[in-house]
Each structure stands twice: as C-alpha cells, then as structure tokens.
C-alpha cells in the first residue's frame, strides 16, 4: 500500500485499489478478455441494463434475420445441388443458439423460452413446403417433425456446452456487468451441477421420444451423428472469434477442422456420401459470419469465477483496530520514595 491517496496491488488482470481513508478493496478489472465480472450493476434505473443498449436490439435483429435466411437456405437446396452447404448453414445458426442457451445472458426461463419460440420460428421456415404439401394435415405433421429434431438438436448440445457454465464460469455476452460474480472458485462440483447436467441431458431425450415409433431409431441415431459432426468445427470456430487469444485459437480451429474433415471419410453415410468440405463450410460460415459482427460490437468471452487474489483481497478483518492507540512514555522520576 503506497503513501497517497491510494494503494494499489496490481495481480494478473485485476487491480486492487486501496482507499486511504478505507480498508475495503475497490476491484478495477483492466482485460476485457476473458475478465472477471465485477463491475457493479446499476441500482436506480426502471430497465434493465442490457435494455438500453443497442447491441442489445442488434441481437433481436440479428436472430431474426437468421430465420429469414433459414426460409431461403432450404429453397436454394430444393432448387440446386447444395444440400450439404444448406444443412452446414442450418446446423452452425443451430449451434449458435445452443451457444447463447448455455452461456448467454438473461434468466434461464427467459433463455429458454426465447430458444423455443426461435426453433419454432426456424421449424416454420423449414417446413413451409405448401407446393409439397398442399394437405394441411400433412404440412402440420411435417413441421411437427421438424421441430421436434430441431429442438432435439439444439438442447442436445445445450446439455453438452453447460459444463462450461457451471464449472468454468465461461459467459458469451456483451458486457460483464450483466452477471453477477461467482465465489465458489473454478471446478467446484457439487450435487446440484450433477443434477441439473443429468437434468438437461434427459430433456432433449424424452423430445426425441415424441417421434413415431416406427422412425425413431432412424431418426436418433442421424441427429446424434450430425450433431458430432458439427460440434469440433463448430466449437472450435466461436473461440477462434470471440476467444482471447485470437491467432492460437485460430490454428487450433483449423487443425480440427482438418481433422474433423478426415474423420468423417470414414464414417457410415447416415445423412450424405460426399461434399464433407461443402457441410463444414457451411457450419464455418454461419458459426464466424455471425459471431464476427457481434464482436464488432462488443460479443466477448469471459468468466464471472472471481481469481483466488480478488477472494483472497475480499476476506477483511471484521474487528476494526482500536481508533486510539496508547503509546508507552517516559515520566522522569521525583524522587526514589515516589517513585
């Protein structure tokens, strides 16, 4: 602690600053990459933090447009020979929702039902085949479909993205103030991470249920192997644009992309034979065409786990020092019976 104002402990990415009339820490975080959350939330204000803010209305826009782009990719794959690119496309805007699901802001009912509707949302673009189906009855059984394997998808890699959240503390949003800081320390499992991991990984497996029986086998085993297919790129690819270290992420994405591309040469054709590169590229495409404009506008990766020094500088002394402090003095004596 230094002789002015203020002392300050600098460790790492956070700064301890020390009032001089204080002993309480004040917390700076100085990296907005991969920093801890503790900047305070506002107290007096009628909305929310993220209402006011125009990344916020961005987002809305931007997941509409998806959808949009969702109704178009399935017409280009009808009309041209570009259903491998079209399903890479479908499957990386799947994935992004996944993303936001297990590590983006706002409650987790609010996170939830915003995914439901916007799966709905791309199961009515993907299904709206009138000139296919022109029975109603048919195209409802159709979009039934559709959006019980789009959902099954989505919460599937939901469930396997959420250890991320609970162990690590990792969020994906646009400013760190949105969350609160958590105490518990990086890795700590408890009770409560098995059951809910165990909960979110049995939902989407009842959802699958919901297709006729006949299918059902078909149809799971087909989801499961895309789904493996799409997460290394997938992954890999969102931390090679809002990860810290951009360049390390980067060729880490692309040595599995190689390896991702090789592998699925020797996998049963479930869904396709060939046109491996185009699928990928698809799910290249969508996963970094979208995260790139959001972190032009601020999209950062971070975690909300406080480090060991921030815990350990928060640990005060409740028993305050005395306010006076008695100093021994020296009375000379008067003589040696006084004394």
């Known amino acids: ?45 009628p909305f929310p933090l993220w209402f006011r803010r125009l990344h916020s209305w961005w987002f809305v826009a931007q997941v509409a447009a998806n959808v949009i782009a969702a109704w178009f990719i399935i017409r280009l794959v009808g009309e041209m020979d570009w259903a491998e690119l079209g399903l890479g496309l479908l499957l990386g805007q799947g994935f992004l929702l996944s993303v936001w699901l297990a590590l ?10 915003s995914v439901l509707l916007v799966t709905m949302a791309g199961a009515l673009a993907v299904s709206d085949q009138s000139s296919l189906n022109p029975n109603f009855a048919s195209w409802v059984e159709q979009f039934s479909q559709v959006f019980i394997i789009c959902l099954f ?20 949003d646009f400013d760190p103030a949105y969350h609160a800081p958590e105490k518990t320390g990086r890795l700590q499992v408890g009770v409560l991470h098995f059951l809910g991991w165990t909960t979110f990984l049995a939902i ?5 249920r919901l297709m006729p029986r006949e299918d059902f086998v078909e149809i799971a085993t087909v989801c499961l192997s895309v789904c493996a297919m ?45 046109n491996f590169l185009q699928f990928n590229l698809g799910i290249v495409a969508a996963v970094a065409g979208n995260l790139v404009v959001l972190r032009r506008l601020g999209l950062k990766l971070f975690s909300v786990v406080q480090p060991a020094v921030v815990l350990a500088a928060l640990q005060v002394n409740p028993v305050s020092p005395p306010h006076f402090h008695g100093k021994s003095t020296l009375r000379p004596a008067v003589n040696a019976a006084g004394s």
Do not use: Q
């Not at 002789?3 to 309480?24: T, W």
């Not at 919460?155 to 503390?169: D, E, F, M, V, Y």
């Not at 989407?204 to 699958?208: G, H, L, T």
């Open 204 to 208: 989407p497996c009842a959802v699958i």
């Open 230 to 274: 799409t997460l290394p790129v997938a992954a890999a690819c969102s931390l090679a644009v809002v990860g810290r270290k951009t360049w390390r992420w980067t060729f880490f994405a692309a040595v599995v992309f190689g390896i991702t591309l090789a592998a699925e040469g020797f996998i049963p054709g479930l869904v396709f034979d060939e």
């Open 104 to 113: 983006g802001g706002l409650p987790n009912v609010a996170r939830f039902i």
């Open 153 to 172: 998808m989505v919460l599937l890699l939901h469930g396997l993205l959420l250890p991320l959240r609970g162990l690590l503390g990792w969020r994906l």
């Open 1 to 45: 602690m230094g002789s002015g104002v203020f002392g300050v402990f600098a460790h790492s990415n956070v700064e301890i600053v020390y009032a001089k009339d204080s002993r309480l820490p004040c917390l700076l975080v100085t990296e907005d990459m991969m920093a801890t959350a503790i900047t305070p939330r506002p107290r007096h204000s």
